[in-house]
């Protein structure tokens, strides 16, 4: 792939995922704009969320966790692999439901503390 061809499609609304390459439709099939790779769920750090403004870091932000929301939506939190500044952004319909899935459950197979403590309760 040249990056030129890569250039040029910047200003319509597509953009290639940072991690897999895939061409992402910015706007997701809710009609939401979407800022993550359907299939990898990887997003870039193009956004400065404290300052608001575009971020000069560019790099990858990597999918770490899951939040839920009071109205019961999920979020999925991003870490950025250079900066780590982390965001939060509404998943869409076409998300990869396995990684979602395996992010979700992750803190309950692999829980801080010994599960041997609810035997007494
Ligand atoms: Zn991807
Ligand atoms: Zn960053």
Request: proline share 7%; with cysteine.
């Amino acid at each position: 792939m040249s990056t030129k061809s890569v250039r040029s499609i910047v200003s319509t609304d597509t953009f290639a995922c940072v991690r897999c390459g895939l061409t992402v439709t910015a706007v997701g099939p809710a009609g939401a704009r979407r800022n993550h790779c359907p299939s990898c769920l990887y997003s870039q750090h193009v956004i400065d969320r404290v300052e608001g403004g575009p971020s000069e870091c560019g790099s990858r932000m990597a999918p770490i966790a899951i939040a839920v929301l009071r109205d019961g939506g999920w979020m999925v939190i991003h870490r950025c692999t250079r900066c780590g500044e982390l965001t939060s952004n509404p998943i869409c319909s076409d998300d990869n439901q396995l990684i979602l899935m395996r992010m979700a459950v992750r803190p309950l197979a692999q829980p801080p503390f010994p599960l041997e403590a609810f035997g007494d309760l």
